[in-house]
């Protein structure tokens, strides 16, 4: 059985927060990739990098699902389901 995303219906259509991860550019700190929030938009850094950003938004706030915001990349990832989600 494949696993799906049930957090669908909390995907919006949002507006990046910043142009780079936005906890980062406030104090400072440097990110490897940048994924955007998709229930509100926060920008945050991956779990590569050293703040953890984007997973921190999630723990914070409960929105699951995530997408890349690196040039080439169009894949969406929910953390409750931990399933890659459809566009």
């Known amino acids: 059985m494949t696993a799906t995303c049930t957090h669908t219906d909390q995907i ?3 507006t990046p927060s910043a142009q780079g991860c936005e906890d980062c550019l406030r104090t400072g700190g440097r990110w490897v ?3 955007m929030c998709l229930a509100c938009g926060h920008v ?3 779990d590569s990098s050293e703040r ?3 997973t921190a938004h999630f ?3 409960g929105h699951p ?3 890349s915001v690196e040039p080439g990349e169009d894949w969406r990832w929910c953390y409750i389901d931990q399933v890659h989600v459809r566009a």
Do not use: N, P
Request: aromatic share 0%; with cysteine.
């Open 33 to 35: 990739h940048l994924r």
């Open 52 to 54: 953890k950003h984007a």
């Open 59 to 61: 723990h914070e706030t």
């Open 44 to 46: 945050g850094c991956c």
């Open 12 to 14: 919006r259509d949002v």
């Open 65 to 67: 699902v995530i997408r």
